[in-house]
């Protein structure tokens, strides 16, 4: 039995470079605009990657919580799953952002902001899996002149 299909892991991977092309865009954003007002980088920055592990860790939960009750064919099982595991998850954010802040200081707006990264995976996952699809498709040329598929 495996946790993800293959088309749910190739979903995961796209949704996952975008959450890092988001939080990286915010990195370089605060790396360069944070030092003129005065605000902390540094824990800024381990917000930022604090939220992108986050976001990351809580789509792949989502995904295997999605493909079990798919797997279930029961209604009530699947509707009963989603809610707890739904809840777990949550628990666990909180949970992991107060680690995370007492622990380290990081910066907990950063966290939040760099978890949004998870709505900027899914906006961008379709310019990704357009972009990726066509590094894995051979290349077909059409005809052209030096084709030799021109009618005489």
């Not at 930022?48 to 064919?73: K, N, P, W, Y």
Request: net charge neutral; with cysteine; hydrophobic share 50%.
């Amino acid at each position: 039995m495996e946790l993800l299909s293959r088309s749910t892991k190739r979903l995961v991977v796209e949704m996952s470079i975008g959450i890092i092309l988001y939080n990286l865009l915010l990195g370089v954003l605060a790396w360069v605009f944070l030092p003129i007002i005065s605000y902390p980088v540094i824990p800024a920055l381990w917000g930022l990657l604090a939220g992108a592990v986050g976001a990351i860790l809580m789509f792949i939960h989502m995904a295997v919580t999605t493909e079990r009750a798919l797997e279930s064919q029961n209604q009530s099982y699947a509707s009963k799953t989603t809610i707890v595991q739904g809840m777990i998850r949550k628990v666990v954010l909180v949970a992991a952002l107060l680690f995370c802040w007492r622990a380290f200081r990081v910066d907990l707006l950063a966290v939040v902001t760099g978890i949004m990264g998870m709505k900027a995976g899914a906006y961008l996952q379709p310019l990704i899996h357009k972009t990726l699809s066509k590094e894995d498709e051979p290349q077909i040329h059409g005809g052209g002149e030096d084709s030799g598929t021109e009618a005489p």
